[in-house]
């Protein structure tokens, strides 16, 4: 969902424009694994003039003719999109930990997870294919 949203810095995917996004939609069964909204997100710009581009999920740059292995998006903070949920979130594990007022309550990584594009491990940059998450996030793939 994230890289759905307007307005979100995403970095090495294809910029694809009105003919591309239309072979994405043409392919019904291809087209359905994406989720609810970045189905919305493509079928928005193809019914708009503006803008010139758009990114899929699905869809890293190509570099040298091949995909990219370093696609990146930023994802916003709950702190600034949902500060009542991100609040009362914190407060719940403040009162499930007793973690008094007067005291910081910690949220540390707990989990190692296969990269989200399932990354192959890059020996020769020294790159596990491993990444870190916390909390333990649900990811839904195009």
């Known amino acids: 969902m994230d890289m759905s949203k307007p307005g979100c ?3 090495n995917f294809q910029p694809m424009q009105r003919e ?3 072979k ?3 392919d019904t069964v291809g087209f359905e694994k994406f989720t609810e909204p970045m189905q919305e997100r493509l079928l928005h710009f193809l019914e708009t003039s503006g803008p010139e581009f758009v990114v899929s999920s699905a869809h890293p740059r190509i570099v040298d003719g091949a995909p990219t ?3 990146r998006y930023l ?3 709950m702190e600034v999109t949902d500060p009542r949920a991100f ?3 914190h407060q719940g594990a403040r009162l499930a930990r ?3 007022m007067d005291q910081s309550v910690y949220f540390p990584v707990n989990s190692y997870l296969c990269g989200r594009r399932n990354n192959a491990p890059d020996a020769e940059h020294g790159i596990p294919a491993l990444a870190v998450h916390n909390p333990l ?3 839904e793939l195009p």
Request: proline share 8%; net charge negative; hydrophobic share 40%.
């Open 24 to 26: 994405i939609v043409d």
């Open 69 to 71: 292995k370093n696609p």
């Open 75 to 77: 994802q916003d903070s």
């Open 9 to 11: 810095f995403i970095s």
């Open 20 to 22: 591309d996004v239309q």
């Open 137 to 139: 996030h649900f990811y």
């Open 98 to 100: 007793m973690v008094p």
């Open 87 to 89: 609040h009362v979130g």
